[in-house]
Structures are given as structure tokens and as C-alpha cells.
């Protein structure tokens, strides 16, 4: 089962893809987001999230500023008030 | 009457005016498209966001550590009017519709006795409010550099703003600016956005959330930025006003000015028609007196 991403920016609606997981730089901490997550809100220090389309391929980094992550029954939400690349 | 010259003059200028009331008119229903997409585009991020400001608000609601930004001072002594204008004009009621709307405020304000400051955002509501109040305007945030007010200028207002609001300046906030219904009709506006106000959207008590760090300190991150997100959301619902507005109002002036086109040309095509009849008849009666 993959995992729902949103990546959004006040400027518009950045990404809405299926993924295998994110790896979230939460402000405690890293976490990885896989399917199934319970749900969460956290805080996002500035940082890449790495997101892997699929199992064991190698991640994508997106630099976000300004973000906060809420895991939810519909998935990974990302809002970030700057996305850089 | 005037002579024929002078007709043919006004009849020129007035169609040079119509021509550049028509172009202005198309180019706003561009521009009017694009501010539309815009806010479209922005629309997404708002809603998520008041979600969650929503959720976090009702649990935080009443508790002592409550963020000042969300809880308030505790008095409403002082106001603070954040008026959002264009910089250009050409746009009909646009722009003084939005300044009567604050300066209604601003006097049943002062009748209850409170303080009354201006925040100005564009040029175009400078004039008419400094002269009803000229002593009271503390700020002018100047959008004359960029093309279209985006999330920048947003976050610049709101640190304005947020500094204000630290130094003790003012104890509640409310915005005004147009809100966007169609391109015939835009609702002049006023919004509170400090303190802010929870926002009310039923949620439905979801499962078990973790937060992390814990609730208050999440929502005193979000509070900012929702703030920014509601000064952009006016920003951008002015921007689509203004273009409407302006659209419309253009519209209205081609319209007249084809009126008035087809009047001077009937007048001047009588005028001509009368100056050549008199000539007829003095060559006539010139030629019977022989």
C-alpha cells in the first residue's frame, strides 16, 4: 500500500503523489512516515524531506522552510511556507 | 455652437480616450483571470491550514498558557485598521469603497471612545485617509515595487504587524480589503485578525493525535503563519477585486464613450449639413436679386 504525500505552499498545491515513505526532519527529530502511520502533527525544522517512490530506491530531497507535517487518515500532509528545487 | 473644427476635435479625442479604455478593459480581464488562478492555487493551503489551527484551537481554548497573539491582551482599547488599497487606480468604487468601509469603522469607533490607528497597505487609500485622519495613520506599506502584493509582502506585513503587536502598540486588529464575488460585484470587507480568531470549521473528534512538540507550542508556531496565510488570502482577494472592478468600470466608460461618439457625430453632421444649406440659399437669393 503506498503512502498519500501532499506538499503544499501558500502559492499553491506543490505535489499530491502515492510514495513509499518520507522521511520527515520533525523539530524532535527525524521520523519516517510509512502507510498506517498513527497520526501526528510536528513542527518541521528547515531541512530536505527525502521521499522514496518506491522500497529501496534512492530518495528525492525537497528542501522545505517554514513547515509543518500532519499525518492523518488521508496521509502525509507537508505544509511549508517556502519550498526550494 | 461650435464650429465644425471643434466638433471634429472632441469627436478625435474622444475616440483616442475610448481606445485606451478598451485596452485597459482587456488588459484587466487578463490579469482578472490570472488573480483568479491565484487564488485558486492558494486555496488548498488555507484550508488545511484553518483545519488544523481549528483542531488545535478547541483543545487549547481556555487554558491558562494560551498564546497572546490568539488569547488577546485582555483589553480592546486600541485598534488598529490594516487597510489593503491597489496602487493604481482606474478601477471605479474599488478603492474608496474599501477606505469607507475602514472609515466608518474608524468613527463608530472613536464614538465608543477607543484609539483609533491606521495601517495602510498600497497607495491608493494614502490620500483620502490621512486627510479624515492625519494624525492617526503609523504605518504605509509600500507595494509599488512588485507587480503583484504575493506571500513575501504577506510576511512582511505580519512581522510588521507581529512587532506592533509585541511593543504593546494596539490590542486588536482588523483588516480591510474586497472580497472577490464576480467580476460585476466586490463586498468590501472587514476581517479580525488579532487576536485571532479560532476558526470555525466542526471537526469531527478525531482519533488520538500525537503533537509534537506539545499543543501549545504547535499552535504558537501556526499562529503566525495562519496570519500570514489570511493577509495573503486578502491580498490576493484584492488583487481579483481590483482587476473586476476595474474591468467593469472600464467597460462602462467604452461604453459611454461610443455614446458620446455617436452624439457629437450626429451634432457635427447637422452643423454641416446647416452650414451648407445657408450657403445654398445665400447663392439663390443672390442669383434672384440679379
Known amino acids: 500500500m503506498p503512502l498519500h504525500f501532499e506538499l503544499v505552499t501558500p502559492a499553491k498545491l506543490e505535489r499530491s503523489e502515492d510514495v513509499y515513505m518520507v522521511v520527515v526532519p520533525g523539530t524532535e527529530g527525524d521520523f519516517g512516515v510509512l502507510e498506517g502511520h498513527a497520526p501526528v502533527m510536528s513542527t518541521i525544522r528547515d531541512g530536505a524531506l527525502q521521499v522514496y517512490r518506491a522500497e529501496g530506491a534512492a530518495p528525492e530531497n525537497i528542501a522545505v522552510r517554514g513547515g509543518f507535517a500532519e499525518v492523518g487518515d488521508n496521509g502525509l500532509t507537508v505544509l511549508a511556507e517556502h519550498v526550494e528545487g | ?290
Open chain 2, 1 to 290: 455652437m461650435a464650429s465644425l473644427k471643434e466638433l471634429k476635435g472632441r469627436i478625435n479625442s474622444v475616440k483616442s480616450t475610448q481606445k485606451i479604455t478598451k485596452a485597459k478593459q482587456m488588459v484587466a480581464a487578463a490579469k482578472l483571470r490570472k488573480a483568479q488562478a491565484a487564488a485558486e492555487a492558494a486555496r488548498p493551503y488555507a484550508e488545511r491550514l484553518g483545519a488544523v489551527m481549528a483542531s488545535l484551537a478547541s483543545k487549547v481554548a481556555g487554558h491558562e498558557g494560551a498564546p497572546k497573539l490568539f488569547a488577546g491582551t485582555g483589553k480592546d482599547q486600541r485598534h488598529l485598521l490594516v487597510v489593503a488599497n491597489s496602487d493604481k487606480g482606474l478601477a471605479g468604487a474599488f478603492n474608496s469603497n474599501i477606505v469607507r468601509a475602514a472609515l466608518t469603522q474608524a468613527r463608530e469607533l472613536k464614538a465608543q471612545g477607543k484609539d483609533v490607528d491606521f495601517y495602510l497597505v498600497g497607495r491608493k487609500g494614502r490620500a483620502p485617509i490621512r486627510r479624515a485622519h492625519p494624525s492617526n495613520v503609523v504605518q504605509m506599506f509600500d507595494t509599488t515595487d512588485v507587480r503583484e502584493p504575493g506571500y513575501a509582502e504577506a510576511e512582511r506585513i505580519v512581522a510588521e504587524l507581529m512587532e506592533m503587536y509585541d511593543a504593546g502598540k494596539f490590542d486588536v486588529a482588523h483588516l480591510f480589503f474586497s472580497k472577490f464575488k464576480s467580476a460585476l460585484t466586490q463586498e468590501p470587507t472587514r476581517l479580525q485578525i488579532i487576536p485571532v480568531p479560532a476558526p470555525e470549521i466542526a471537526t469531527a473528534s478525531q482519533a488520538a493525535v500525537e503533537y509534537e512538540p506539545d499543543e501549545e507550542e504547535i499552535l504558537a508556531e501556526l499562529l503566525p503563519r495562519y496570519l500570514k496565510t489570511q493577509v495573503f488570502g486578502a491580498l490576493l482577494e484584492n488583487s481579483a477585486s481590483e482587476q473586476g472592478a476595474s474591468m467593469t468600470a472600464m467597460d462602462n466608460a467604452t461604453r459611454n464613450a461610443g455614446e458620446l461618439i455617436n452624439k457629437l457625430t450626429i451634432q457635427y453632421n447637422r452643423s454641416r449639413q446647416a452650414a451648407i444649406t445657408t450657403e445654398l440659399i445665400e447663392i439663390i437669393a443672390g442669383a434672384e436679386a440679379l
